[in-house]
């Protein structure tokens, strides 16, 4: 697993994602544009910017499948962003790292 990014289960879904700004990855290991955006995800979690004011995390939804289905999540990867436990934004398949990063600027 990636270094700044937690990896998340249904179980530990809630606790870990409802303090603060968080951005959750929902993935799975044979989706091409989730691979993809590994190395994105990586880079802005170890960045001073966003990694100390996001705390990013990642479920593969293969293996949990009762958070995604809770967000209506049908395609990966998506991502949805939280702010003290509150839904604030949710965006669908591969980003972009500039378009990425302003989106998640929005929310600090």
Not at 17 to 42: H, Q, R
Not at 72 to 80: C, H, K, L, N, V
Request: aromatic letters at 8%.
């Amino acid at each position: 697993m990636m270094a700044n990014i937690t990896e998340l289960s249904d179980k530990t879904f809630n606790d870990e994602t409802s303090n603060g700004l968080v951005i959750t990855d929902f993935n799975a290991d044979w989706c091409p544009p989730c691979k993809m955006m590994n190395p994105i995800l990586e880079k802005l979690s170890s960045t001073e910017q966003l990694g100390d004011k996001i705390k990013f995390t990642s479920m593969n939804v293969d293996h949990n499948p009762d958070t995604p289905n809770n967000f209506g999540i049908q395609g990966i990867p998506t991502f949805i962003i939280k702010k003290d436990g509150n839904v604030v934004g949710r965006l669908v398949g591969y980003q972009p790292e500039e378009k990425f990063r302003m989106e998640l600027e929005k929310f600090m």
